[in-house]
């Protein structure tokens, strides 16, 4: 009898990159995803994402709810009509800057979502959880490349990084009060790419905040010209360097994780990052981008970003000894994969309605 994994914002670009990873490796998946932040399919059709996860996964999903984690009673529904076994969890608003303006409705998503997921899980019996962290917990690093000992909540410039932190503790102590649970979480550093069949990828509903759906966008002539947010860091070339990864292998990295939580010896919370280990700055990103398309980026050096540190490279070790992953995709295969699902998709999933 297959596993079945609940995946909380699956029809989202990691979310759905990793339910096909999921689906591929032979468990059930049923989705739970509120579409705040992802294009919706119409009234009682599943998401274009999950259309096309099924397509490339071939294989269907058990079930698709449009449900958002702060409904308990929609959400504790949904672990009633399904044997949940474990669940993977990736819904979150996650834009630095806009966390900043909008707090409440950070810590509303995010922390609360979270903690009525936990409570919904714990009455149903389902204790193994997979949970999508972030490399901002680490704040401004202070030592580089930050391994998974690097302090954690120190220095956070923001509500986003502070709500991954503030979930993480809730379930460093759920774990020290039950031996049932099984918690890993799962620290990324910055997601970029796409399936290399181009037909899912990054779709930001608005500008994107982020670098690379940024330089998509302006090689496939959607935006003008790139804003540089400074060149005047203590990197090599002035602008900032981030530890960027494929998200096809982090997408390989939750199966990982999801296999260790399964596994007879492992009980708690262990929290792993999921990076290269290798710094990639903007203006190497950008030449990398146009090496890959073959297209310009048009760029524009403009003032720092508030919150923005110069150098965020991680330690992935730990992953490798422990889960048996390391990210095998290199900077060129992740611009490729990326520039083929924009040039595919140039308005992203609204013209897959
Ligand atoms: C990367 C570099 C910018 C946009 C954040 C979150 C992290 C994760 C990824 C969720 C920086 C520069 C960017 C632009 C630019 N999110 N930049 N012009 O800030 O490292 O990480 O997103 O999981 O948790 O913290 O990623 O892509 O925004 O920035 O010059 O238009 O690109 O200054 O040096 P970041 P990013």
Redesign the pocket.
């Known amino acids: 009898m297959s596993r079945l994994i609940l995946v909380t914002g699956g029809a989202g670009y990691v979310g759905s990159h990793t339910t096909i990873e999921l689906l591929a490796a032979g468990y059930e998946v049923v989705v739970v995803d509120s579409c705040v932040n992802c294009v919706a399919g119409e009234e009682g059709k599943l998401p274009p994402s999950l259309v096309r996860v099924q397509e490339l996964a071939k294989k269907s999903l058990v079930g698709f709810y449009r449900v958002s984690l702060t409904d308990a009673l929609a959400l504790a529904g949904v672990f009633e009509k399904h044997r949940v076994d474990a669940v993977v969890h990736f819904a979150a608003l996650?834009a630095?800057g806009e966390s900043v303006e909008k707090p409440l409705e950070y810590y509303q998503s995010n922390v609360s979502g979270t903690l009525t997921l936990l409570q919904v899980m714990r009455e149903a019996g389902v204790h193994r959880l997979v949970y999508s962290s972030?490399?901002?917990v680490y704040g401004a690093p202070q030592y580089l490349p930050a391994d998974e000992q690097h302090p954690t909540g120190a220095g956070l410039t923001n509500p986003?990084?502070k709500t991954k932190y503030f979930c993480e503790q809730v379930m460093q102590d759920l774990a020290a009060s039950d031996k049932e649970w099984r918690l890993v979480s799962l620290r990324?550093f910055?997601?970029v790419g796409a399936h290399p069949s181009g037909r899912i990828g990054e779709d930001p509903l608005g500008p994107?905040?982020?670098?690379?759906p940024?330089v998509a966008q302006v090689a496939v002539g959607k935006r003008e010209e790139?804003?540089?947010?400074?060149n005047d860091y203590d990197t090599p070339d002035g602008?900032?360097?981030?530890d960027y990864v494929h998200v096809v292998d982090l997408a390989e990295g939750h199966v990982m994780a999801l296999d260790k939580a399964f596994s007879k010896s492992f009980r708690g919370y262990a929290s792993y990052n999921l990076g290269t280990g290798r710094g990639v700055s903007?203006l190497e990103m950008i030449e990398a981008f146009c090496r890959a398309s073959g297209k310009p980026v048009p760029y524009r050096v403009v003032g720092r970003?508030a919150g923005?540190v110069a150098s965020?490279v991680a330690s992935c070790s730990l992953a490798e000894e422990q889960l048996g992953w390391r990210a095998r995709r290199d900077l060129q295969e992740m611009c490729e994969d990326a520039w083929r699902w924009q040039k595919l998709h140039p308005n992203g999933f609204r013209s897959c309605q």
């Open positions: 996650k630095v972030s490399a901002t986003y990084g990324y910055n997601p994107p905040n982020n670098l690379m940024f790139l804003s540089v947010f400074g602008t900032g360097v981030r903007v970003r923005d965020v």
